[in-house]
């Protein structure tokens, strides 16, 4: 079933939104919609979102527009896989267990979209011309995914446009979401590569609510890269339990029968699942009834990270065993394809 391009149970508009024509044709759209808006006092001061438990604070979080002005127009470094984030939406709407996000947008993640887009473009130009002649690559999903908002904010389609004519910037994103429609016609010259996150049919269903399946998300990919757009799969986490090798090569099947003859341009990200004492707290919190695999036992190894903090990884065969895998299925299938990493 497809979604509907936001799920939200309240909007909150910051002060100054209304003074951007952007933020004034939000707010009518919103407004026909049958939204309620209220109007906030201060900028990054959402106080009124209720919620009395983790639990309830988290949905109801996960509900909440926020329409704001960025103040700030230093951007997030973004490494290694770009240069810059792109600091155009923050938070998501799907409520997929394992979000990176979960531990990062604080109890009550809203989403909160930008609608000072020229001044965010204007910044980005700059960075560009501080580092020409070379290239300069800006990530606009680093703290979000940001396909949902985009029927509303068109932050997107005007973010390709602008990069399209930046001979030394590109950019791109990620998402879970084929609202993907006012993409497709853009004249965006190669310089935008759109992937798409992935897993198996058992695991979205489980473990990524309020998120579309499987064939939603290859169909969206599939129709991007037929408008001549680069593309992407990240493929995670990968969860090695039960019939994963056979689980997880129907899905590249699917991935490869819907792509078919249309996939030069690809690349490949695969990463297991891993978490942290402090992520898996937060999961738990949230979702006490998860069967996401979160024993410290033998299938797992303590990785000590770069700040002091460490994580639970799968054990040395067993990420072995899934990086023969996807190497195979992935050079099989899509033979012209770069792989980034397998982590
Ligand atoms: Fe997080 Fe992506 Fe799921 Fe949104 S769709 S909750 S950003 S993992």
Redesign the pocket.
């Known amino acids: 079933m497809a979604l509907a391009a936001l799920q939200v149970k309240r909007v909150f508009f910051e002060p100054g939104a209304l003074d951007y024509q952007l933020g004034k044709e939000m707010y009518s759209r919103l407004k026909s919609e049958g939204q309620e808006i209220c109007f906030l006092k201060s900028h990054n001061r959402v106080t009124s979102i209720p919620g009395k438990t983790p639990r309830e604070s988290f949905f109801q979080g996960k509900s909440t527009l926020v329409v704001g002005v960025r103040k700030t127009l230093d951007f997030a470094t973004c490494k290694p896989s770009a240069h810059y984030q792109l600091p155009l939406v923050t938070g998501?709407?799907?409520?997929?267990e394992?979000?990176?996000?979960?531990t990062q947008l604080g109890k009550k993640p809203y989403t909160r979209v930008y609608i000072n887009i020229d001044e965010i473009l204007a910044q980005a130009g700059k960075y560009i011309q501080e580092r020409q002649p070379e290239k300069t690559v800006f990530e606009a999903?680093a703290t979000?995914?940001p396909i949902p908002a985009e029927p509303y904010s068109g932050a997107l389609a005007k973010a390709i446009d602008f990069f399209a004519l930046q001979e030394y910037g590109y950019l791109k994103f990620v998402?879970?979401?084929p609202n993907i429609d006012s993409l497709l016609d853009l004249d965006h010259r190669g310089h935008t590569r759109i992937r798409f996150?992935i897993n198996t049919e058992r695991i979205i269903q489980t473990h990524?609510h309020r998120?579309p399946g499987l064939q939603e998300r290859i169909k969206a990919l599939s129709r991007l890269m037929e408008h001549g757009y680069p593309g992407g799969v990240i493929i995670a986490p990968v969860i090695l339990e039960g019939d994963w090798k056979k689980e997880y090569s129907d899905m590249l099947n699917k991935l490869s029968d819907e792509l078919k003859g249309n996939n030069r341009d690809i690349h490949f990200e695969v990463i297991s699942h891993r978490f942290t004492r402090r992520a898996r707290n937060t999961i738990l919190e949230v979702f006490p009834d998860t069967s996401l695999p979160m024993a410290e036992d033998e299938s797992r190894t303590y990785k000590y990270g770069q700040f002091g903090y460490g994580k639970y990884v799968y054990n040395k065969e067993l990420l072995q065993e899934m990086s023969i895998l996807f190497t195979e299925m992935i050079g099989r299938h899509f033979p012209e394809a770069k792989i980034d990493y397998i982590i």
């Open positions: 998501c709407q799907g409520i997929c394992y979000c990176y996000l979960n999903a979000s995914d998402s879970k979401f996150s990524e998120t």
